[in-house]
């Protein structure tokens, strides 16, 4: 008696023999089988599933077509012949107006014939959806030496999205045609980001008397941003303060894009840096350094070329003197098992920093930090309870040591739940 599985095994073979056999010329002829990947001779892949056993194409340039029982979906996916290479940079500082740039490269000498490209302002891009993302022609171009292509092209993106996409689509000589990926342009600006004062530190509200002023994630679109510094608390949600604290101002600075008269502006990394006593230098009525335990507030405001959307960030501040000018734990008590204590401190300047922490009875029993620098301003480290053993230390009050140069702090912090 015959073997089923046999019988069914030979007639498959016999089958794909076959169609190989009409079509012995194999100019345009794929076989796909338990879902291999093959190219066809025009740079073409053809895909199928693993359990579709037999599809192929007859006819060059035609949809492929299934012959067999057990294939029911395949597609073509796009042609390797073409690569994007995309120039626009990830992180433009214009907030409208964008250059995308995207250097086309045909492989094998092929020839550009046709370019266009979509955009997405906004996230979660949806290329399916042609009527918020149409086609657009890129006609008027012109091929490099090498064969290549450069796609420049400005896109005005809306005001309020940071994050955006586009797409550039290149079609050669011979008929081979692709995609490239969806390319991200992320806007900064302080219209679309806003202004993150990152020092002096919102979390403990303190700095040193000689802070480090300093912003993320800001970029000027516009005419200009102004920071002032006020002695004491100023409430800047109330209308009118800036008159109504104007006795108060220690000093005020303007800076943009184009005109920066205090080297305030870092184009490079986006943002606003710098130090308190270096500009105190360039304005004879600042003190180098601000007074030892007193509230200040910090306030940077920005708008955009029209005037039509102002920003306004700040940060109210206390100043404190020495070395190690505070130390902060949290949370404290803390458990082992569930977490890890954080060890927050400021520094009046860059130092080689020990932290030690001591048991109840003036033990060290775990050397945090030995001698490594940590820069001016707030720093952070983490223990997870353990001694120099690895051993999770019992339930009780502990001592932190920092030690900065030739200034040192102490703070206590507890363990429980061991």
Known sequence: ??????????????????????????????????????KTDSGKNSYSFIGQPVVFATTEGTDTTSQSAFASVFYITQSSSITFKNDTGSDPFEDINVTLKVNIKPEYGGEITKIRYRFWQGENADWNDYTTSPEYDYPDFSINDDGTVDFEQSVSFSKGNPINSFMVYAQLKDGSKRWSDAYTVRLFSGLSSGVEITSPDKFTGLATIDPTIETTNYSIDLTSATITLYRGEVKVEDEGYETTFEDSVVYTATVSSSSDTYGLYKTEKGKISYVHSDIASQLESVPKTLDNNTTYTLVIKSQNNDSSTINRDYVIFKTLSGGVADILTYPSPFNPKRQKVKIRYLLAKTSNVTIRLYDKAGKVVCKLVDGEQRSAGTNEEEWDGRNYAGETLATGAYIVEIIAGSDRRYTALAIVGK
């Open 1 to 38: 008696m015959i073997n089923k599985k046999l019988f069914v095994l030979s007639f498959l073979l016999l089958f794909v023999f076959l169609v190989a056999y009409n079509c012995a010329d194999g100019k345009n002829f794929v076989t796909i089988l338990n879902g291999a990947n093959f």
